[in-house]
């Protein structure tokens, strides 16, 4: 087959016709963003052919589906990982080559498509490529915001939001289809199931390819849009506005708790509109709605799809005309849920008021379910506070975990420890009413972005040793465990950890002025801001290590250079969170310029760490700080991409840290820190005294000293110290001297090279089982259960 990525002579003569054809311009005249744009128009026009033939065998051959409900995904730039998996980025590196130009250079000009906050997007963004490289009939759904994530600024040390404008320029991945488009009802008063005088929405869905890896398979990520309804003739602007409002951003804020009806209203939306399509696609196929559970698996990631499940019952009762008890069957053999934390102040809950308001029929169908899960717990013999504990609406609020528990056929925690905590003390009294729909999914990344994509130098080093094969099977790189005590190849490793660092080194000067040593450790905590991660944490101990090497010439002398470098946004309304980045901002003015040791210690905050910035940051690290408190993050997936990069990890036994000790061996990480069985113990018995550390450990006064000389104003970070003092919840103060001895056996361990370089390189051979291709194939084995495409 002759086609224009066959070769770099057919490429060049389609590039060139296309840069004519849509900006009249020769490629020596192009704009870096046009050269760009031609590029992935090119690519995604040839794409159709794959998506369209992918399309045609799911629906001859009557393939079941996944669609994964997500209000989040995280897919940064696409055009690399695009054209790797399409098999075209050594055709298109060689014929801009021969211009002269860099391929990477003209990645740079991509929008970073940031719908998502952190982890739970970023899961659903590498589910979707393992799906389709698994050549699995998985499909996105989710809501097209026109501004993603906030774009963070560091201004006065302080974090300042601004919007991003990801849309600015065309999206060129997606394609609006119109004739897709769906009405969505929102108000109006219900009489005898009907809704009266609704206000109508048009949804509309943007489709965006996702390319399998060489496979042909191209799948897709149905974004869903906002316009007026049609079924109007005049509008008013309050009506326009609202419209508009639905899909306008993205909400910036881990907290699910905010009451507000735009999000309960954006939530509805791309629940409705997806569940309408998955209904109207079934239909036009010929089939019956009574089977839909055979064709359908709706995967609810976290709760925030929970509305799915009303709106399924709604469908097929007042639509389709179904009973209640054959509805309620079908419903509960096609959704699937997964739990994404144990935080009982994360757990969504909603406001009755607002609920019934805005969803009038959907309340009702919600009180309904409830009155016959009662029914059945009392039929039981449950006790009046069990059940209060477990029904689906509170004294004042709608729980949607509970729905989702109550009316799914699975529920998966995403790691093995998180799964635990969840049957034997968050969800305990559901566990105990449904063993059989508990199970554990431990999360994964996919290894072509995070490995394959992001680091080229490693990639070719394992080619070298192992073969290609291990690229499409990541349990292979285990081959590389032999070579751990290897001299040379453990010199290759640290060169190519040298290189990264310098293009790290580059960037981070660039944006920052800072320029970091690139013999120093580098030390990397990378995610969102929040007090149970302990960034916190991280920076005490920094204060600690500058106070002391600028004391104590001893210690000086068997110091090894370290880099601290935090990446992470804080919720714009979330004070603590904000204060910590402040507080690391102005210690590390003060560290950085300090004579006396800014030769051994440096601290860099970088702005708007997002994908893109990840993108650099996995592949230069020697620390990857996994430092929650123990029983508070459900995975982590930030921890896995370091691993796989030749990362040693520095963390407690909490989520899928826990595993990766397990696979790498505990000798090959450095732990510390209470368990999660003593951080609950501890909670239970009411017995934590922080201010106990604080009078006992001198170490911990010189620090809250140092932090009081940061401002003119010695009491500005008072907040931040009062709460270690009297309250400290996540067990920064309880933790440190155990942290403290693990950053210096970290130190000493990296002295010693053949050491370091042996844990790194069992590190990276370990990483096989987080790839997301597991995790996805253990979801399709136990829940899905669907047909691969085999053209
Ligand atoms: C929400 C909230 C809201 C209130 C304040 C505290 C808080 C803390 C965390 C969250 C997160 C909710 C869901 C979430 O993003 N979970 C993340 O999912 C990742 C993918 O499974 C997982 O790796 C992370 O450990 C988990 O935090």
């Known amino acids: 087959m002759n086609h224009i990525f066959e070769n770099k002579e057919t490429f060049k003569g389609a590039y060139v016709l296309a840069l004519n054809h849509l900006f009249a311009k020769k490629i020596e005249n192009a704009t870096l963003y046009e050269r760009y744009a031609t590029l992935a128009s090119i690519l995604d026009t040839h794409l159709k052919t794959d998506y369209r033939s992918t399309t045609e065998y799911v629906e001859k051959n009557n393939l079941k589906k996944t669609i994964y409900f997500s209000m989040e995904f995280l897919m940064g730039r696409l055009i690399t990982s695009n054209l790797m998996n399409a098999g075209y980025a050594s055709v298109v590196k060689e014929a801009f080559k021969d211009w002269g130009y860099d391929l990477n250079e003209i990645e740079q000009t991509e929008s970073d498509a940031g719908l998502g906050n952190g982890g739970l997007g970023r899961l659903a963004a590498c589910f979707l490529d393992s799906a389709a490289s698994l050549s699995l009939p998985l499909y996105g759904n989710s809501l097209r915001y026109q501004h993603g994530f906030f774009v ?223 029914a059945e717990l009392v039929s039981k013999g449950y006790s009046q506070e069990k059940i209060y504990r477990m029904q689906l609406i ?66 070719s080093i394992i080619d070298s040793l192992l073969g290609s094969k291990w690229q499409k099977d990541l349990s292979l790189i285990k081959g590389l465990e032999k070579y751990a005590n290897d001299a040379k190849v453990q010199s290759q490793i640290k060169d190519m950890k040298l290189t990264k660092k310098r293009i790290l080194i580059k960037r981070i000067y660039e944006d920052t002025g800072v320029m970091l040593n690139e013999n120093a450790i580098f030390d990397i905590q990378i995610k969102r801001l929040h007090e149970y991660k302990r960034q916190l944490l991280n920076i005490l101990h920094i204060i600690y290590l500058y106070l002391r090497l600028k004391k104590d010439a001893e210690f000086k002398k068997n110091f090894h250079p370290q880099n601290f470098i935090f990446g992470a946004k804080a919720a714009p309304s979330y004070h603590m969170a904000k204060g910590i980045i402040e507080l690391i901002n102005a210690a590390s003015k003060v560290i950085n310029n300090d004579k006396d040791t800014n030769e051994l210690l440096k601290v860099v905050f970088v702005e708007n760490y997002n994908v893109t910035y990840a993108e650099f940051l996995f592949p230069a690290a020697d620390l990857s700080e996994q430092i929650s408190t123990a029983s508070k993050e459900a995975s982590g997936t930030g921890n896995m991409k370091f691993m796989l990069n030749g990362a040693v990890t520095i963390g407690t036994m909490d989520g899928a840290n826990v595993e990766i000790v397990e696979q790498a061996g505990k000798e090959n990480a450095v732990i510390f820190g209470m368990s999660a069985e003593e951080v609950t113990t501890l909670y239970k018995n ?106």
């Open 152 to 374: 963070q600024k560091i201004e006065n040390n302080k974090q300042v939001e601004y919007p991003d404008n990801w849309l600015e320029r065309p999206f060129i991945w997606e394609e609006k289809k119109e004739d897709e488009a769906v009405e969505v009802p929102f108000f109006g008063y219900v009489e005898n199931i009907r809704l009266i005088d609704p206000v109508w929405v048009r949804a509309i869905p943007y489709d965006v390819k996702v390319v399998g890896a060489q496979n042909g398979v191209v799948t897709h990520l149905r974004l869903w849009s906002t316009e007026p309804s049609k079924k109007y003739h005049y509008q008013d602007q309050a009506y326009l506005n609202m419209v508009k409002n639905i899909t306008d951003s993205l909400y910036p804020d881990d907290s699910t708790e905010d009451g507000k009806l735009l999000r309960l209203q954006q939530q509805y939306l791309f629940s409705a509109a997806g569940i309408k399509s998955a209904i109207n696609e079934h239909k036009r196929l010929g089939r019956d709605v009574r089977s839909l559970a055979d064709y359908y698996t709706f995967q609810i990631n976290d709760t925030h799809p929970t509305l799915i499940i009303p709106e399924l019952m709604r469908v097929l009762m007042d639509e389709e005309g179904l009973g209640y008890d054959e509805a309620w069957q079908i419903v509960n053999k096609t959704c699937a849920y997964t739990n994404h934390t144990i935080l009982a102040e994360a757990l969504e809950k909603w406001n009755i008021k607002i609920f019934r308001r805005l969803l009038p029929r959907i309340y009702e169908i919600i009180a309904e379910m409830n009155k016959r899960f009662i």
């Open 394 to 459: 509170g004294v004042n609020n709608v729980r949607m975990a509970n729905i989702c528990i109550n009316a799914s056929f699975s529920v998966n925690g995403v790691a093995a420890l998180h799964t635990d905590i969840l049957k034997k003390i968050e969800l305990n009294d559901f566990y105990q009413l449904y063993p059989e729909k508990f199970n554990n999914k431990t999360n994964g990344i996919t290894h072509r972005r995070w490995l394959l994509h992001i680091n080229p130098e490693l990639t």
């Open 686 to 791: 009411n017995g934590y005294k922080p201010r106990k550390y604080y009078d006992e450990d001198k170490r911990l006064r010189d620090i809250f000293e140092f932090i009081r000389t940061l401002n003119s104003n010695p009491t500005h970070f008072d907040f931040i110290l009062h709460n270690l003092l009297n309250s400290d919840y996540f067990l920064v103060m309880a933790d440190f001297a155990s942290y403290v001895e693990a950053q210096a056996k970290a130190n000493k361990l990296y002295q010693d090279a053949k050491t370091w370089w042996r844990m790194s390189i069992m590190n990276i051979a370990n990483a096989g089982f987080f790839t997301s291709d597991r995790t996805i194939a253990q979801y399709n084995e136990d829940i899905w259960h669907l047909t691969p495409i085999t053209f």
